[in-house]
């Protein structure tokens, strides 16, 4: 198995751009995690998806992120405009939500995103 | 709010020793309680994980011990290797939907 795939893996940018990020998860995994990972604040879960309906997305910064999952293979998360304080590790992560609510997730290798 | 509060912030120990990690939660609804370790460059892999049921896992080197009562959990690494130089992240979830919740990280060096 390949695992959850990332790409970028690096993005470098102009603030006011537009940024999309891109995950495909692991075959056969129902659910799908977005984090933001910064020295200041540590990993942080921006958003997750459950058969690809978004659960959970108390944790995006504000309105100029975006996420959305269209199929079960494929994700994105969309920074518009872009601003430097986005600076940041994105990980995407996977996993099969069994119900026991102690399913391991998988994480990807993270797509490093620089805003200049 | 930090809900999972990880300590110390680094850590450094001699080849052989027992790094020890600790992290205390406050919601009481959390039910799992995993470790993550985290080399430089890579995303988060599961190192070990344990319910609120049991008061000690072990896995290998690795031992988790979980006191409910003071809602508090440690991770100990014994005999520590350079090799387990890492980040390390608590973690909670309060299940269903597998969210968790992670703690501030705390970076290991074993030194040979």
């Known amino acids: 198995d390949a695992g959850v795939i990332q790409s970028p893996r690096h993005e470098v940018t102009e603030m006011g751009q537009e940024v999309t990020l891109r995950c495909k998860p692991i075959?056969?995994?129902?659910?799908l995690f977005w984090y933001r990972q910064t020295m200041m604040r540590g990993l942080e879960l921006l958003i997750y998806?459950?058969?690809?309906?978004?659960?959970?997305d108390s944790g995006m910064p504000e309105d100029r992120f975006s996420a959305k999952m269209p199929n079960a293979s494929f994700s994105t998360l969309k920074i518009q405009p872009s601003e430097p304080r986005d600076s940041a590790v994105y990980f995407c992560a996977s996993t099969l939500n069994t119900g026991t609510g102690s399913d391991e997730q998988f994480f990807g290798p993270g797509t490093r995103l620089t805003v200049l | 709010q930090q809900q999972v509060k990880q300590s110390p912030q680094s850590l450094i120990v001699q080849k052989g020793g027992i790094s020890i990690i600790n992290c205390a939660y406050e919601n009481t609804a959390f039910d799992y309680f995993p470790w993550y370790q985290q080399f430089p460059g890579k995303g988060p892999a599961l190192l070990i994980a344990i319910r609120p049921d049991v008061s000690e896992k072990k896995e290998g080197r690795f031992t988790i011990s979980f006191n409910k009562s003071a809602k508090q959990f440690s991770l100990h690494i014994m005999d520590s290797q350079p090799g387990d130089s890492a980040t390390y992240f608590c973690?909670?979830?309060?299940?269903?939907?597998?969210?968790?919740?992670f703690g501030a990280g705390t970076r290991l060096a074993v030194h040979p």
């Open positions: 973690a909670a979830s309060p299940g269903g939907y597998n969210k968790l919740i």
């Open positions: 075959s056969g995994h129902n659910s």
């Open positions: 998806f459950n058969n690809n309906v978004p659960i959970d």
